[in-house]
Every structure is written in structure tokens, then in C-alpha cells.
């Protein structure tokens, strides 16, 4: 089934280098340098032997742009674009996100200077506000019909190409969990918040004071966690913005919906066996994926995102790295307890304002070009290293997170909910998440912050 979304207004490469980063997908920038010359890089071969796709040669000689703000695939990305100009001729220039910009904000920059991208990478939410006013689109597109489910449309239209699938959950380290307990760790044992609250206190006992690591950012707290109270409804997008629409239209009482209740359950639990405890808000980002490749703590609450983070701390392919879901109560029939979240996070636009014929002809060929090319659908997964949400793409994820959220994907472990919400949730809601984290704030305050913010909005 299709995300419907209704909005008011609403290269002949031979191999293709993958650098380890430490990156992660919401942030605009880098976390460290990433020149640095001792940075391990791996080789990921690509086999460019068969190449069937069909090049239009009229548009060699093409220059394009194509903005990126998923920043740990920039390099990736710009082999990916490398091997396409090297068969078809046009030139793809992939430009950075910078540091300190939001991607909705650097687009709309660009658009009032009169120098968009022909493309551009973003979040859901940045192409539903600026789909129906800037995008080309893209229904008649014949990847669509490889994207299934993945497909975000806006009034019955699709503007924009689902680049990849990211999941997020409670990052689990198998090796650390068995070593502490001495026994086999079986993930599906842990079905219910206390379920997972019980094993905390056994990792406790066993050693391991504090095995949670919670990030302070505020584009974790108030999007990666406290958007769950929407996506939970139902599990599904429609369902989000129907429950958005309820807390907008006062029809929904926060201080007695039950997602809140049991989401703040679930966060106080973190809180607590938090390794950081003594200092939330002075938690360092890249010190987590140390923790857990360390064996200092056991969980982290991330997405697949962060194995960049994870490699650079010491950990390898052959480790056994998994998900937990966000477990909200004791019932082990709650989807929300039984799935993980996984959608397609990030979606290319391309511009339909200010693109000539030939570099819109050309942004549509290298889209195609990804999903149905041989090489493209290698280096989409080999090089980019993302989940591809295409179904006729035979290439799966060699990392442990994406593997095991690929993985739960084929087997229908997963739930498809994206909450369109405002650019600055993340922002405003992240720093009353902030305080609560901290014990500045109750409950009753935060869920006053909550509902104040969605009275704000039209």
C-alpha cells in the first residue's frame, strides 16, 4: 500500500570506495574530520561487466546538481556519480549539506537566490512543504513501480524518489550482553518493556551498572523518540497524521493518551540505567559508539544510520549487531512491541521551477539509472551502503544494523509510519525533551510543551 499523504498546498568504475565516517543520518555535518589520512578505508568492488541500461545519448555534455544532506554518503555518493558521467556523459555535482544547516533550510536559501539544485536530498517532511510549488513530478516515473510501499505521494501525486530505508530502535550488542550474562542471548525473548526492564537489572547484577546510552541532541529526543507517539497509533502514516490532526484540533487529551503515557514509561526506563545519568546533557555523541563496542554499555537507541560511528570505534562486519523495538508496555501483541520503524527517511526532489528540459531529462535518467542498472543498484547498496527500497534490487546491506533491519524488513518485522510534522519539531519539542531528560521538567510540563506547540500550528 502507498504512504498517501495529504497536504494543504501541500563511474566505469571498477571499484567503488566506501570511507568510514562518523556520521549519522540527522546530522548536517561532520563529527570529526573527515580527511583525516589515518581514517581506514575500504574497498568495495563493484562488477561493471554487465551493463544493459540504456543511455540517452542526447544529453552527454549535461551538467546537473544534486544537494546532499545525508552527509555520511557524501564521498559514496559522489563515486556513485563518478560511475554514472563516466557512461552516460552527464555530469552529476554532488554539493554538501554544511554544517549547522537544516536541509529545508539550505534548499530554500538556494531557491531565493535563484541557484537551486536540480536535485536535492531530503526529509519527508521538507518535500511535502515545498513538493506542489518547486518539485517536478514524478508519478509516471517508471522506478515507481519498484518502490511499492516506499512511495510518498501528495494529493495522489509522487514528487519525490525514496533513496533509501533507514530503521531505528534500541541497538542491541549480542556479544556484550552474553559475555556479561554467560548465556545465549535470544533477542525475541525480550517481547515487552518488562521484558527489557528485567534484563537491564540482570546486566546490572552482572556488572554492567548503567548498559543504556541515550544521545541528548535534540533531533534524537524530539524526532527519533518522541515521534513515536504518533507513528504508534496506528503504525502507520495516514494513522500519524490522523493522531497530529486530533492533538491539533484539541479532539486528543495528551494527558490521558495512552501512546504518551506508555512512550514516557519507556523513556524513564532509559533515563534510568542511562550510562550518562549523571550528566544527560553532557553526553558526547561519538563516546556512545564507544560504550558499545567497548562493552561499557549494551543498548544504544539509534538507527542504522550510526554504523559509521560504530566502525570507527573498533566494530566489524562480524560482529552481532541487532534491534530491539521500542517496547512501550507489557503486551506482546502490541505491534509496537513486536516491530521495529522503518521508512524511507530520505527522499530526493527534483526541481520542477527553475531546471531546463535537458537537466530535468538528465536528473530523471540518473534516477533510473540507480534503480535499474546493474551497476547503480550495486553501488546504491555496496557504495552508498543503504537499505534499498526498490524490490527489484538483488543487493542486500553488508553491515550488521542494515542487514538486521533488511532483514526484518523481508520478513514483515517492520512498520512503515512517517509523521509529517513541522521543520522545528525536532527543535522545540527536542529541547523540552532536553529539559525532561535532565529532571528540569515532569511530566505534566513536557506534555503542556507538547500541546502547546501543536496549538501554535495552523
Known amino acids: 500500500m502507498k504512504k498517501k499523504v495529504r497536504a494543504k498546498g501541500i563511474a566505469g568504475l571498477l571499484a567503488a570506495v566506501l570511507a568510514v565516517t562518523t556520521l549519522t543520518g540527522c546530522r548536517f555535518g561532520f563529527a570529526s574530520d573527515p580527511d583525516d589520512p589515518n ?13 544493459t541500461f540504456t543511455y540517452d545519448a542526447s544529453l552527454e555534455g549535461t551538467e546537473i546538481t544534486l544537494l546532499n544532506s545525508k552527509a555520511e554518503i557524501q564521498a559514496p555518493l559522489e563515486k556513485v556519480s563518478a560511475a554514472f558521467e563516466e557512461k552516460s556523459g552527464v555530469h552529476v555535482e554532488v554539493m554538501p549539506v554544511t554544517d549547522g544547516d537544516s536541509p529545508y533550510t539550505k534548499v530554500v536559501s538556494m531557491y531565493n537566490s535563484g541557484t537551486p539544485p536540480t536535485m536535492a536530498i531530503l526529509d519527508t517532511t521538507d518535500v511535502i512543504a515545498l513538493a506542489e510549488e518547486k518539485a517536478a513530478d514524478l508519478t509516471g516515473e517508471a522506478w515507481t513501480a519498484q518502490a511499492g510501499e516506499y512511495l510518498t505521494e501528495v494529493n495522489g501525486k509522487v514528487y519525490s524518489f525514496p533513496l533509501c530505508i533507514e530503521g ?30 528485567e534484563l537491564l537489572e540482570k546486566l546490572k547484577a552482572a556488572g554492567i551498572e548503567k548498559p543504556v546510552s541515550l544521545a541528548k541532541e535534540d533531533w534524537s529526543l524530539g524526532a527519533h523518540h518522541l515521534q513515536y507517539i504518533y507513528e504508534t497509533y496506528d503504525g502507520t502514516s495516514e494513522g500519524a497524521q490522523e493522531m497530529i490532526q486530533q492533538i491539533k484540533d484539541g479532539e486528543c487529551d495528551l494527558d490521558t493518551y495512552d501512546r504518551l503515557e506508555e512512550f514516557l514509561d519507556m523513556f524513564d526506563v532509559l533515563k534510568k540505567y542511562n550510562v550518562a545519568k549523571g550528566d544527560p546533557l553532557g553526553a558526547d555523541y561519538d563516546e556512545m559508539a564507544i560504550d558499545l563496542a567497548d562493552g561499557k554499555t549494551a543498548f544504544w537507541f539509534n538507527g542504522n544510520w550510526a554504523w559509521p560511528n560504530l566502525t570507527e570505534a573498533g566494530a566489524g562486519e562480524e560482529d552481532e549487531y541487532g534491534f530491539l523495538p521500542y517496547f512501550l508496555n507489557s503486551d506482546a501483541g502490541d505491534f509496537a512491541n513486536q516491530k521495529i520503524q522503518a521508512s524511507p527517511s530520505k527522499q530526493v526532489m527534483l526541481d520542477g521551477q527553475m531546471a531546463s528540459e535537458k537537466e530535468q531529462a538528465a536528473a530523471r535518467e540518473f534516477l533510473n539509472w540507480i534503480v535499474f542498472s546493474e551497476i547503480g543498484q550495486q553501488m546504491l547498496v555496496k557504495t552508498c551502503n543503504v537499505i534499498p527500497p526498490f524490490i527489484n534490487n538483488p543487493y542486500e546491506p553488508a553491515d550488521p544494523l542494515s542487514a538486521d533491519i533488511y532483514e526484518k524488513v523481508q520478513a514483515g518485522e517492520t512498520f512503515n509510519a512517517s509523521a509529517i510534522v513541522p521543520n522545528d519539531h525536532w527543535a522545540v519539542l527536542g529541547a523540552a525533551m532536553q529539559k525532561y531528560l535532565a529532571g528540569r521538567s515532569d511530566r505534566e510540563e513536557l506534555t503542556e510543551s507538547i500541546a502547546e506547540y501543536w496549538k501554535e500550528q495552523e
Open 39 to 51: 581514517e581506514e578505508v575500504k574497498e568495495v568492488p563493484i562488477d561493471t561487466s554487465a551493463d
Open 168 to 197: 531505528r530502535g534500541l541497538i542491541y550488542s549480542k556479544a556484550v550482553i552474553e559475555e556479561a550474562l554467560g548465556e545465549e542471548f535470544d533477542p525475541k525473548s525480550i517481547a515487552t518493556l518488562d521484558n527489557f526492564t
